[in-house]
């Protein structure tokens, strides 16, 4: 490959990076025919669905849409929820499991801002919440069982936290009596069981299921190409990830769920739920339990459903069933997601999004992660992994720059060459591929550290926008959140001068830049002084602004990124002088810079002159 080949693809790689990198995309129901040997699918007003009540209807009235409805909700008696991650409460209509917050994230960095808020109940805004059931099989009516419209009655516990659980009942009146013990662990785990005792004088065929009911999208929707958000599925077999858009427009018609549904029927070790940037709730029946997973979207009320519906069981008179379930409801903290996953939760940990490079991704985290726990800072732990990453590629990035010194050695004579062919141009590349056999030069050996670094770039990106860890992480001075752009900007002289900088994601801090970013684009140009100059024009035009245009394009990235590839671009200039240096190469780095400041101010200087 000679080197106007080299260095267009080393340019095309390049810019690739940025796109990539820089793409964001733009950013049921329930009446279905009697099953005589399965649980029956009973319509709900303004919805279809096989699962009566799961919409979240109070009363007769469709969710959110009826005063009656959501008054009796709001007068409904509630249980509180206090653990050490949680602060909530359910409701006893419906035993709903509505109201949630996190108390060790806020929304904001101020730590007196007001605790994340996951849950909300029904009729309020972005209502999201979680309904548990059973649904009726041939002979049993929907008012015979439990749904979102039972009024419970509370057995024992005053409020639900660790140790100490809480016990609802409810009697259909026509020998149906059922229990429902509700316990959390002291993480972001929730254990749901319900018991039915059948006193009725003849069987009763029923299914018990869970439902995740979310009004609307949420209105903090990143809408990115790098996080998954939506409804994400583990079937023991696949991941299925289904963002918001899809489950509105691409969900097919299913002749029992409604008419946009997406059923599978799960063997065992699956689950089903939403996930968010850092937050997720999600339905865990136990691993060997087999039930139907299904993702849905009610368009006449622009609620998003996902369900756990478990297999029919037949209680027979004088017989009890016991049916258990669990809903993980908190943020998607690598420990705590990886200790559940221990515990039994089929890759409970591919709940985080790791991307398509998951075989690097996984360790790159694992290794910030263990650096974090020894320093106690992501910033160091940042920089202190990119010399880590450096020391494994330098036995590879050795051969690179090895080569490149050698063709930085033979910059005089391509010149020669190049005045030599004149503007016969495949002359001039067999005397270039002739002067490099004969020095034994490799030109394709410089793109080994590029090809190298695109894929741990995408992964230390991934990791950094979608684990939690680096959310409002400090590191020091004016980075507050690494997880964050650079809040600092030219505009005030990154703080130096009396007045704010301008409002983040704004133009002017996209042209006002901060310090970390103009930093990336100094180390960049002085990482590039050290490679050979292109010798098409157009191509060195391209590389002399690669980068300032990564400067500006990556000045928006969260500032752990910004700080890795500083590091990263950093080591590599060390690495590259120190090995041109042993092998005879002596760039003056800081010399070309001076030279080039001087012709530059000499040019001007005769622009100004008087014509003659």
């Not at 368009?299 to 998003?304: L, Q, S, T, Y």
């Not at 036995?395 to 063709?407: I, N, R």
């Not at 056999?437 to 550290?449: R, S």
């Not at 500083?566 to 760039?587: A, E």
Request: overall charge negative.
């Amino acid at each position: 490959m000679d080197e106007q080949n080299r260095n267009l693809i080393l340019a095309m790689a390049l810019s690739g990076l940025v796109i990539l990198g820089w793409t964001v995309l733009f950013p049921p129901p329930e009446p279905a025919p009697q099953d005589p040997n399965a649980a029956t699918t009973q319509a709900e007003p303004a919805a279809a669905g096989p699962i009566a009540g799961t919409a979240g209807q109070t009363g007769a009235a469709a969710p959110g849409t009826a005063d009656s409805g959501a008054n009796a909700l709001a007068e409904a008696p509630r249980i509180p929820i206090d653990t050490p991650r949680l602060k909530g409460s359910i409701s006893l209509l419906g035993g709903r499991i509505d109201t949630l917050a996190l108390k060790d994230y806020h929304t904001e960095l101020d730590p007196s801002s007001p605790n994340v808020t996951l849950l909300r109940p029904e009729g309020g805004a972005e209502a999201y919440y979680a309904v548990f059931g059973w649904s009726p099989g041939a002979g049993l009516a929907v008012e015979d069982l439990p749904n979102a419209e039972t009024e419970w009655q509370v057995a024992d516990g005053a409020t639900l936290s660790p140790g100490k659980d809480v016990t609802l009942t409810w009697d259909n009146g026509k020998g149906l009596s059922f229990t429902r013990r509700i316990s959390v662990d002291d993480e972001f785990m929730f254990t749901l069981t319900q018991s039915v005792t059948n006193t009725s004088g003849a069987p009763a065929k029923m299914a018990p299921y869970g439902v995740i009911s979310r009004h609307g999208e949420p209105a903090d929707l990143k809408r990115q190409f790098i996080i998954h958000e939506g409804a994400i599925r583990q079937t023991g077999e696949t991941l299925d990830e289904i963002k918001y858009k899809d489950m509105r427009d691409d969900l097919e018609p299913d002749p029992r769920w409604g008419p946009a549904a997406d059923v599978v029927k799960v063997a065992g070790n699956g689950w089903i739920g939403f996930t968010d940037h850092y937050w997720m709730t999600t339905l865990v029946p136990t691993s060997d339990e087999a039930f139907q997973a299904a993702i849905q979207y009610d368009a006449g009320r622009d609620i998003f459903r996902t369900t756990a519906l478990l297999d029919t069981i037949e209680v027979a008179d004088g017989a009890s069933a016991t049916a258990t379930q669990r809903l993980f409801a908190g943020a998607k903290e690598w420990e705590a997601i990886r200790d559940y996953e221990a515990g039994g939760i089929y890759r409970f940990i591919d709940s985080i999004d790791w991307g398509w490079f998951y075989f690097l991704t996984k360790p790159i985290f694992r290794g910030l992660h263990l650096l974090h726990g020894m320093i106690g800072n992501m910033g160091w732990s940042i920089i202190c992994l990119t010399f880590v990453i450096k020391a494994i590629l330098l036995p590879l990035a050795y051969k690179s720059y090895v080569s490149m010194a050698k063709m930085k050695e033979l910059q005089p004579e391509m010149e020669k060459l190049k005045e030599k062919a004149g503007e016969d141009r495949q002359k001039l590349q067999q005397e270039m591929m002739a002067l490099y056999k004969k020095e034994k030069v490799n030109p394709a050996a410089g793109c080994l550290p590029i090809l190298l670094q695109i894929p741990i770039f995408f992964s230390l990106y991934k990791v950094i926008n979608v684990t939690i860890e680096l959310r409002h992480a400090a590191w020091i001075g004016w980075i507050h959140d690494l997880s964050a752009p650079d809040p600092s900007s030219l505009f005030n002289l990154w703080g130096l001068l009396p007045w704010a900088a301008p409002e983040p994601g704004s133009i002017l801090a996209l042209v006002f830049i901060g310090f970390l970013p103009l930093m990336l684009g100094i180390s960049m140009w002085l990482q590039q002084k050290l490679n050979p100059a292109p010798t098409d024009p157009a191509q060195a035009m391209i590389f002399a602004w690669m980068p300032w245009v990564f400067m500006f394009m990556l000045g928006s990235f969260a500032s752990g990124l910004v700080l890795y590839w500083i590091t990263n671009n950093t080591l590599t200039f060390i690495q590259q002088y120190s090995i041109m240096r042993s092998h005879g190469v002596k760039p003056d780095v800081f010399g070309n810079i001076a030279k080039g400041l001087k012709r530059g101010g000499a040019a001007a200087n005769a622009d100004k002159a008087p014509k003659k």
